[in-house]
């Protein structure tokens, strides 16, 4: 291998590795019976006070998902304007809509983290139980300042209207935002999938 050749798959695992970094699991809960396998058609939802935020959110979510043959829809499609985004608002229209489930997706904190400050954020994920598992990470201290955003997704499912899977997370947004969605949404369904299937 070439010095050239070998300097470019350097340079391209950094990228690579870069992107991936900017989004870290920090805990993981599912229902015991929970399988990956019974989500067909699911409604997305991303609160997010930002609508055009939110659009890009929900539909990088529906791209990726019909890539496993899953029918998602955002629910900017379905959602009349109104509608409070609570299971009371939401519950009537996934079960009319024939949805089997609804991923619901919400900012829970926004921290900046300034040079020499660890990146832990002031919130903590939920207590443990039997049916959790984490992924335990160092906190990395930050050279340049950045947001830290912590953010929640919770998978529900319509017929029992109860959280089968939830996972916290943490983004470091040294970017643009609409750059750091489509891995964020790659490592959630990754992640989603990979949930022991009983």
């Known amino acids: 291998m070439s010095y050239r050749t070998l300097s470019i798959a350097i340079l391209v695992s950094a990228v690579l590795f870069t992107a991936c970094a900017s989004t870290t699991i920090q805990s993981i809960h599912h229902a015991p019976d929970f399988r990956s396998a019974g989500i067909r058609h ?38 009349p304007s109104a509608t409070t985004l609570d299971k ?21 904190e926004k921290k ?14 939920p207590s443990q139980n039997d049916t959790v598992w984490e992924v335990l990470l160092a906190p990395p201290v930050s050279t340049n300042p950045f947001d830290l955003a912590t953010v929640e997704t919770n998978l529900y499912d319509v017929a029992s209207e109860k959280r089968v899977w939830s996972a916290w997370s943490e983004t470091e947004e040294m970017g643009k935002i609409s750059k750091l969605i489509p891995p964020f949404v790659k490592l959630i369904l990754k992640r989603l999938y990979e949930t022991p299937q009983g």
Request: aromatic residues 8%; glycine residues 8%; hydrophobic residues 50%.
């Open 88 to 108: 009371a608002g939401i519950a009537p229209i996934a079960k009319a809509g024939g949805f089997d489930t609804v991923l619901v997706t919400r900012l829970l």
């Open 112 to 125: 900046t983290i300034t040079p020499g400050e660890p990146a832990v954020p002031t919130i903590e994920p």
């Open 42 to 79: 699911v409604l997305v939802i991303g609160v997010f006070k930002n609508q055009t935020l939110r659009k890009i959110f929900e539909e990088e979510f529906v791209r990726q998902w019909s890539w496993r043959g899953v029918h998602a829809v955002s629910s900017l499609e379905v959602l």
